[in-house]
């Protein structure tokens, strides 16, 4: 699995900066960061669904791909446990006019759970793969955006996400 990971990485950071290179004349930069809520179907100790915030920031390397990554921390109902999930994604963007942004998502995530009771305490991390897709619509000030994505490994989960993004 960590060869895979690593081939993986490779490859995104070989793609990246070719298409880096080639999009420097005729791409203007843009750089977005957001907040929105997430919903994940396998949080906590036992597994359940459970309600994030999160914290994102994007950086739009040609008309059609952009990169960056999204904090998630998972508002937790069972005593004494705390998770957050870290995904470093691609976008492809298959419609980028008018105000709306339609993309395919690829990407890596870093999940991390943390339990503590009486009897003491424990935490463990694990890796994924992350692909979906989302949606933004353009509002002049901001962007509202929709995301929905499927994570093999990590915690295994469905994650829906929304929210708003700022160009900065």
């Known amino acids: 699995m960590k060869k895979l990971l690593s081939l993986i990485i490779a490859f995104a950071f070989t793609l ?45 390397i040609n008309d059609e791909i952009r990169a960056g990554g999204k ?3 998972y508002l937790v109902s069972e005593d004494g446990v705390s998770a957050y999930e870290l995904n470093i994604d691609g976008h492809y963007m298959v419609k980028n006019e008018d105000d709306l942004i339609v993309y395919g998502l690829a990407g890596l995530s870093y999940a991390q759970i943390s339990y503590s009771s009486a009897w003491g305490s424990s935490s463990g991390g694990s890796t994924g793969l992350n692909v979906g897709g989302g949606a933004e619509y353009d509002l002049g000030d901001f962007r509202l955006y929709a995301e929905p994505k499927f994570t093999l490994g990590g915690f295994g989960q469905i994650q829906i996400s929304a929210g708003a993004r700022m160009r900065f």
């Open 71 to 73: 904090l998630t921390y």
């Open 16 to 60: 990246a900066i070719h298409t880096s290179t080639q999009a420097q004349v005729t791409v203007e930069e843009d750089i977005t960061g957001g907040i929105g809520l997430s919903f994940g179907t396998n949080i906590g100790v036992f597994g359940g669904s459970e309600p994030g915030i999160d914290i994102n920031g994007y950086y739009t």
